[in-house]
């Protein structure tokens, strides 16, 4: 098991840009979502148009599943190919106006776009996911030969409060 913190595995969300956000349909069936993400108070934030699938989604079910991939390479052999490193947690998704996002989250997911318009498919909102339970890892804190063992390369961590160490994952995790 590897000794991780909550803030490590924050570091390595934050040092990526995408994630996969799963999420659930009125009607029960599962969806999943690539997006570009930034890290902001403790939160994931992403935007999307109000009228948007998966903004309707989230409006009917708030409870998600994020998985973040973080490239991993071999060091001075950038050929052999690795398998990215996971962080997954589920999370409640909240739905902000996009006018209402921190300054921060604004710049990095905006990039100065107007946000007045509405556009054909509604207006622009940020999507903001507070982890809840535990980061659950593979590859984080170890290096690229170290994800060969799944006992070593394995860790799980509170994702909001005390313990901030590792705990045990079950050998299914």
Do not use: C
């Amino acid at each position: 098991m590897v000794d991780i913190t909550r803030d490590e595995v924050w570091q390595a969300i934050a040092s990526t840009n995408f994630m996969v956000v799963g999420m659930t349909t009125a009607s029960g069936a599962s969806r999943t979502a690539g997006l570009m993400h930034h890290v902001h108070d403790g939160r994931i934030w992403f935007t999307t148009n109000a009228g948007m699938w998966k903004a309707r989604h989230i409006a009917a079910n708030p409870e998600v599943s994020v998985t973040v991939p973080v490239a991993k390479k071999v060091p001075l052999m950038p050929w052999i190919k690795v398998p990215a490193a996971t962080i997954t947690f589920t999370g409640v998704a909240e739905i902000v106006p996009a006018a209402e996002l921190a300054p921060d989250v604004s710049h990095a997911l905006l990039h100065g776009l107007d946000v007045t318009d509405d556009g054909p498919h509604g207006a622009l909102i940020g999507v903001a996911v507070r982890p809840t339970g535990h980061f659950v890892t593979y590859g984080i804190g170890v290096s690229a030969a170290g994800m060969r063992n799944p006992e070593h390369a394995a860790g799980r961590v509170a994702a909001a409060s005390a313990p901030a160490k590792a705990a045990p994952v079950a050998a299914a995790a």
